[in-house]
T-cell receptor
Framework: AQSVAQPEDQVNVAEGNPLTVKCTYS??????LFWYVQYPNRGLQFLLK??????LVKGSYGFEAEFNKSQTSFHLKKPSALVSDSALYFC????????????FGSGTQLTVLP | EAGVTQFPSHSVIEKGQTVTLRCDPI?????LYWYRRVMGKEIKFLLH????????ESGMPNNRFLAERTGGTYSTLKVQPAELEDSGVYFC??????????????FGEGSWLTVV
């Protein structure tokens, strides 16, 4: 079985400050990891993914995420937050060895304060 | 290039009625998925088509839900009869063929269903 945990329902950060949205995962084999963002009343938009190789993955809009195998984490980060980054962020995992479907975390609402 | 498109974007129906959601995947994408998020809970997998064949329908909640993919192109998801607990947002997604798990899955805007 595969699962994802996003321990924070809500993250608030001031504009210009760095932001981190946390994600930990559990799979039986090696993971494929993804981050998606949902702006209000919109669909899920792909941000970035980790497949293999460099543990630091860079994605859209200045976001990046670091894969940490020992801690089974894939935290989303951005050096300087913008008010327009305010949205709902979802981490997702697929087990390389078995399941084809994405398993999502419960989502983290990010609010960037001006 | 057009993304994944879904119709209708919003639907309000009465309990016991039928609703059909349509999804047009990105052109050339053999893999088509349905997911849903109900009552603000987690996004859950419903089923996966490869072309016109159902590859995995383990997430379908019950036999009130029927999904089809005509000719391996667009897909429909019918809920009949709808119940209150079916309210939520239904996402369609697609990815390129030969999916080995690392392919990016692109999602549509969602169909927001309210059952009253």
């Amino acid at each position: 079985a595969q699962s994802v945990a996003q321990p924070e329902d809500q993250v608030n950060v001031a504009e210009g400050n760095p932001l981190t949205v946390k994600c930990t995962y559990s799979v039986s084999g090696n993971p494929y990891l993804f981050w998606y963002v949902q702006y209000p009343n919109r669909g899920l938009q792909f941000l970035l993914k980790y497949i293999t190789g460099d543990n630091l993955v860079k994605g859209s809009y200045g976001f990046e995420a670091e894969f940490n195998k020992s801690q089974t984490s894939f935290h989303l980060k951005k050096p300087s937050a913008l008010v327009s980054d305010s949205a709902l962020y979802f981490c997702a995992v697929r087990d390389k060895g078995s399941a084809r479907q994405l398993t999502f975390g419960s989502g983290t609402q990010l609010t960037v304060l001006p | 290039e057009a993304g994944v498109t879904q119709f209708p974007s919003h639907s309000v129906i009465e309990k016991g009625q039928t609703v059909t959601l349509r999804c047009d995947p990105i052109s050339g994408h053999d893999n088509l998925y349905w997911y849903r998020r109900v009552m603000g809970k987690e996004i859950k997998f419903l089923l996966h088509f490869v072309k016109e064949s159902k590859q995995d329908e383990s997430g379908m909640p019950n036999n009130r839900f029927l999904a089809e993919r005509t000719g391996g192109t667009y897909s429909t998801l019918k809920v009949q009869p709808a119940e209150l607990e079916d309210s939520g947002v239904y996402f369609c997604a697609s990815s390129t063929g030969g999916d080995r798990g690392g392919n990016t899955i692109y999602f549509g805007e969602g169909s927001w269903l309210t059952v009253v």
